[in-house]
T-cell receptor, first 116, second 114 residues
Framework: AQKVTQAQTEISVVEKEDVTLDCVYE???????LFWYKQPPSGELVFLIR??????QNEISGRYSWNFQKSTSSFNFTITASQVVDSAVYFC?????????????FGQGTRLTINP | DTAVSQTPKYLVTQMGNDKSIKCEQN?????MYWYKQDSKKFLKIMFS???????INETVPNRFSPKSPDKAHLNLHINSLELGDSAVYFC?????????????FGEGSRLTVL
């Protein structure tokens, strides 16, 4: 069965520090997709990135970057020069195709607090 | 224009009551979902529909009955509410069956059972 582990339950840093959120996944599929979602205090789920298993290039989007390492089954997320607005719960997720339909298997989430 | 909208956003009710949450998407997607987020923030799929057909039912008690009148709507009806049903329920949609694109989520409906 698919599984996603976010071992860091909570992280607290001071503004402008860099912070990395870890994500480790388990799957038997050779083709799969990984996602990161952000859930700010207002509660909605905001899509951040999707990465397929054949694309191991790291991705950078502004202050956000993602490191996909297939060899260690990890898909870590780094925020550079963190800001208070980055405070949120971040979820890593793995896409599983079940009965012909996609479902996302989510990690437990990491609550990130950026202190001013 | 909200892409995936859910109503109501907040619902407070007594044990044993029946309640419904409605979801509509205007993205033209074929597939819709219900996810449940518990008090520990854990997110788990409940149901998936594709073009009004139930595809995934993740061992959810049969007190929960989803209904999809058309592919733009997926409603969730819950009978005989229990304390453990208190959670945030998220509706989502995506472009198609087995498509592995992103899921677009609604803002969530917070259900509190007293």
């Amino acid at each position: 069965a698919q599984k996603v582990t976010q071992a860091q339950t909570e992280i607290s840093v001071v503004e402008k520090e860099d912070v990395t959120l870890d994500c480790v996944y388990e799957t038997r599929d050779t083709t799969y997709y990984l996602f990161w979602y952000k859930q700010p205090p207002s509660g909605e789920l905001v899509f951040l990135i999707r990465r397929n298993s054949f694309d191991e290039q790291n991705e950078i989007s502004g202050r956000y970057s993602w490191n996909f390492q297939k060899s260690t089954s990890s898909f870590n997320f780094t925020i550079t020069a963190s800001q208070v607005v980055d405070s949120a719960v971040y979820f890593c997720a793995l896409s599983e195709v079940l009965q012909g339909a996609q479902k996302l298997v989510f990690g437990q989430g990491t609550r990130l607090t950026i202190n001013p | 224009d909200t892409a995936v909208s859910q109503t109501p956003k907040y619902l407070v009710t007594q044990m044993g009551n029946d309640k419904s949450i409605k979801c509509e998407q205007n993205l033209g997607h074929d597939t819709m979902y219900w996810y449940k987020q518990d008090s520990k923030k854990f997110l788990k799929i409940m149901f998936s529909y594709n073009n009004k057909e139930l595809i995934i039912n993740e061992t959810v008690p049969n007190r929960f009955s989803p209904k999809s009148p058309d592919k733009a709507h997926l409603n969730l009806h819950i009978n005989s509410l229990e304390l453990g049903d208190s959670a945030v329920y998220f509706c989502a949609s995506s472009t198609g069956l087995a498509n592995t694109g992103e899921l677009f989520f609604g803002e969530g409906s917070r259900l509190t059972v007293l």
